[in-house]
């Protein structure tokens, strides 16, 4: 699940990117409105959880810039207006939640999940590729009929190319869904994490493009 933050309050940003993390989500941060529209015009995450007290443009400016191409995106407000009148605006300009500062991070991982949970209600629709099949609710996938066990970046990397199958993945756009800006990732990363679903998959599953990155083909 990738989260874009947007949050100008930095030591508050760390806080959150460190403790999202650490809950297995890929947070990406940025810490301007302008940022937050080219990074959402650039790649589309999972949640934005934004502030609305941006130092360059208003929160709702953002929010409703989001809006004008995206209408499903989950947004998850933080601010620290905490009247009727600014809950009112900033759900009317299209936001699903709303949570005042301060907050406690049990609260937020709470809020969190519920968003993840309405996700899991629009995607629901299992996916299944030759004798593979994904569960995006449950999280689960099985091999000709078997629970398989995978680690939460193997789910991750298989969930992205079954939903894309039949198109090529390209090692950027892999590592983008898998780790965070500025995230250290060793060179041979996704290739380890591609030899052991091949190791539980079968070695023809996922194919390599050379050069580009991966596939796996429609059957």
């Not at 993390?21 to 810490?31: A, L, M």
């Not at 995206?70 to 601010?79: A, F, I, M």
């Not at 680690?151 to 198109?167: D, I, T």
């Not at 892999?174 to 539980?200: D, F, I, M, P, Q």
């Amino acid at each position: 699940m990738q989260i874009l933050l947007v949050e100008d309050d930095l030591p508050l940003a760390r806080s959150l990117v460190s403790a999202l993390r650490d809950k297995g989500y890929v947070v990406n941060h940025v810490d301007r409105g302008k940022l937050a529209i080219t990074a959402l015009n650039t790649e589309r995450p999972d949640i934005v959880v934004l502030d609305l007290g941006l130092p360059d443009m208003d929160g709702i400016a953002v929010l409703k810039a989001l809006r004008q191409n995206d209408k499903e995106l989950p947004v998850l407000l933080l601010t620290a207006r905490n009247t009727i009148e600014d809950k009112v605006a900033g759900l009317d300009s299209g936001a699903d939640d709303y949570l005042a500062k301060p907050f406690d991070m049990p609260e937020l991982l709470a809020r969190l999940r519920v968003l993840e949970r309405r996700l899991s209600s629009v995607r629901s629709t299992e996916i299944t590729v030759g004798e593979v099949s994904l569960d995006p609710v449950h999280l689960q996938v099985t091999h000709r009929g078997e629970p398989l066990e995978l680690s939460r970046r193997e789910y991750m990397l298989l969930k992205c190319l079954m939903e894309n199958a039949g198109r090529v993945m390209t090692r950027a756009g892999l590592e983008s869904r898998l780790y965070s800006w500025g995230e250290e990732v060793a060179s041979n990363t996704l290739e380890v994490h591609v030899h052991h679903l091949r190791k539980k998959l079968g070695a023809d599953f996922i194919k390599t493009v050379r050069g580009v990155g991966y596939r796996i083909p429609r059957q």
